[in-house]
């Protein structure tokens, strides 16, 4: 019986995890490798997010320069799963963007109670706007209030306008964990509506 052929690695090629350890003990064009591998999907997926080529820019920088920072304080446990780590960096960056310059685009829910609305009201006048405006600021509120996990997930929803399957790609959680976390996050907020007296109806 012939027993199972292995393909060896290519000569001079490391997986990331190599390529980190090497850069650990003071290699670093390990890093520059690192980096070279995976640049254009990590920035891409940035672009993909803001649509803009120069906050795309500063966002890859940050994100590689809280890489470097990660890596040399010891912090890094990712094992074997590099890419991915990067990636909740760079995508946690952009939700950080989002949420500073309160230009996070809301869309509405299927669901019984439309929690959110659209920030975009033409035809409204100066007063309506204002109602509107505050409205949002309230949800923003409550989205805030939420535990961790749902907090996370609605952010990735409603600001970015993630699916749910990319959603639980990037947060490592099955599709049914992503919805159920989302269902929750609904309930919850629902609940803290109810508690507050808060009124969220439009002008």
């Not at 090629?13 to 999907?41: I, M």
């Not at 949800?139 to 409603?158: A, C």
């Not at 629902?190 to 007296?197: A, D, L, N, P, V």
């Amino acid at each position: 019986m012939l027993s199972k052929l292995t393909v060896p690695a290519k000569a001079g090629v490391h997986t990331d995890q190599q390529l980190v350890q090497r850069y650990l003990k003071g290699e670093e064009k390990a890093f520059e490798k690192l980096l070279n591998r995976h640049k254009r999907k990590v920035w891409t997926h940035i672009f993909l997010l803001v649509r803009d080529r120069d906050l795309t820019e500063d966002i890859f920088q940050d994100t590689f320069i809280k890489v470097v920072h990660t890596l040399k304080s010891g912090k890094y446990s990712e094992e074997g799963k590099f890419l991915p780590w990067v990636m909740r960096i760079a995508h946690n960056l952009v939700i950080d963007h989002f949420r500073r310059t309160k230009k996070m685009p809301l869309v509405r829910s299927n669901d019984e109670h439309d929690v959110f609305a659209t920030l975009s009201q033409p035809g409204k006048n100066v007063e309506q706007r204002l109602v509107n405006v505050q409205i949002d600021t309230d949800v923003r509120k409550l989205i805030d209030h939420l535990p961790p996990e749902q907090r996370e997930v609605v952010l990735m929803r409603t600001y970015l306008g993630m699916s749910f399957k990319e959603i639980s790609e990037h947060t490592d959680v099955s599709i049914n964990t992503a919805l159920g976390r989302m269902r929750y996050a609904l309930i919850n907020m629902r609940k803290m509506i109810k508690e507050s007296g808060m009124v969220l109806d439009r002008a």
